[in-house]
């Protein structure tokens, strides 16, 4: 799992940023999605601590608490994003009836 978050995810996400930051369309894309992932994600170790915590299987719970809110992060960074029309003008444009 770890190899898939080094060799996949964090250069996706080094991508996207720099996609992003150089207004490109493909940034736009992909950083809707990746959040997604990220919250997910966030949300599914954070429930396997507690439910580890639960089983009598040595966890911490710490790491479920810095999880949610990593988790709280990303949701609002996708709804940050997501609500933002200047990043969609074709959405925009289509809503305003042109």
């Avoid at 580890?52 to 990303?74: E, F, N, P, Q, T």
């Amino acid at each position: 799992v770890h190899i898939l978050d080094l060799s996949i995810i964090l250069p996706a996400f080094l991508i996207t940023g720099i996609l992003i930051l150089k207004k490109h369309n493909l940034g736009y894309l992909l950083a809707p999605v990746l959040l997604m992932f990220a919250l997910l994600m966030d949300l599914t170790i954070a429930e396997l601590m507690v439910v580890m915590k639960h089983y009598g299987v040595i966890s911490d719970i710490s790491v479920s608490v810095v999880m949610m809110i990593l988790a709280i992060i990303s949701l609002t960074l996708l709804l940050l994003l997501i609500t933002n029309e200047k990043h969609f003008p074709n959405l925009s444009n289509r809503s305003s009836g042109q």
